[in-house]
C-alpha cells in the first residue's frame, strides 16, 4: 500500500478504533501503533540536533504550519512549485552544514501531497503551467520520434552486430540515454497527463509558442540549452 496515497493514520483514528484501523488498512494493530507514533514524532519535529553535523540549520516551523502555509500557495493563481515544497521541508527538517535540506524524499512528497490534498496544483519543472495540454501533445510527438529513431538506430546495429539481441539493444539504449534507473513508459506517460490536465484545469491552455515568437528559435540555440 502506498502511504503517500492515503490519509494519515492519526487523522483516521481520531474517528475509528485501532482494530477497525487495522482492518480498513489491512495491516496489524502494531503496525498502526507504529505508524502513528512515526507521524507524531514528525509533528512534534523530534530530530536530533547534532544529525544537522556543525554549521547545519534547525527546523523553524512545524510540518502543520508548513502544510497550512504550503496549502495556500497550491491555491494560489500560481499554483505551488517545487522548489517551495523544498524550501518548506528544509524550514520543517533542517538543512545541513552546506544549505542542504535534511528532509528524506519521502518526507518531501509527503508534503506536496498533503498540499494539494484539498485542491490546487503543485507542477514538476518540465511542465509550461500555461501552454500544459498543448505541450503534452507535442511531448508525446516527440517520444514517437524518438522511439522511432531509436528502433531505426537498434535495428541498424543488430545487422552490424548480429549477435546482439534487438529488444535488449534497444532497451538499453533507452537507459543509457535516460543516464538513470529507468521508468516504465507508462507511468511516465500517466504522470504526464496527471500534471497536464491539473494545469489545463487551473491555468487554462494558451497554445504553443509559434516560431516568430521563440526566443533563440534556431536549433544551434536548442542545442546549446541542452550543453550538447
Not at 98 to 106: C, D, E, N, V, Y
Not at 137 to 144: E, S
Request: with cysteine; aromatic share 4%; charged share 25%.
Amino acid at each position: 500500500m502506498n502511504m503517500l496515497s492515503q490519509p494519515r493514520i492519526t487523522d483516521l483514528r481520531k474517528t475509528m478504533s485501532e482494530r477497525a484501523l487495522a482492518e480498513h488498512l489491512c495491516i496489524s494493530r502494531r503496525q498502526v501503533r507504529n505508524r502513528i507514533e512515526v507521524e507524531a514524532k514528525a509533528d512534534a519535529q523530534l530530530f536530533p540536533i547534532e544529525e544537522q553535523g556543525a554549521g547545519g540549520t534547525p527546523p523553524t516551523m512545524t510540518r502543520a504550519e508548513a502544510i497550512k502555509a504550503l496549502q495556500e500557495l497550491a491555491k494560489s493563481p500560481e499554483g505551488l512549485s517545487p522548489d517551495a515544497v523544498y524550501d518548506f521541508a528544509a524550514a520543517v527538517y533542517g538543512r545541513d552544514a552546506g544549505g542542504m535540506s535534511l528532509a528524506t524524499r519521502w518526507q518531501i512528497d509527503g508534503l506536496r501531497k498533503r498540499a494539494t490534498e484539498n485542491g490546487g496544483v503543485c507542477l514538476p519543472k518540465w511542465l509550461d503551467k500555461h501552454r500544459a495540454g498543448s505541450q503534452r501533445q507535442a511531448m508525446i510527438a516527440g517520444l514517437a520520434d524518438i522511439q522511432e529513431r531509436i528502433t531505426d538506430i537498434s535495428f541498424d546495429l543488430v545487422q552490424r552486430f548480429p549477435g546482439a539481441d534487438f529488444t535488449a539493444l534497444q532497451a538499453e539504449l533507452l537507459a543509457m540515454l535516460a543516464g538513470r534507473k529507468a521508468v516504465p513508459i507508462e507511468a511516465r506517460l500517466r504522470n504526464l497527463e496527471v500534471h497536464a490536465q491539473a494545469a489545463v484545469d487551473h491555468f487554462g491552455d494558451a497554445g504553443e509558442v509559434t516560431a516568430p515568437d521563440r526566443e533563440g528559435s534556431s536549433d544551434d540555440q536548442a542545442w546549446l540549452k541542452l550543453g550538447l
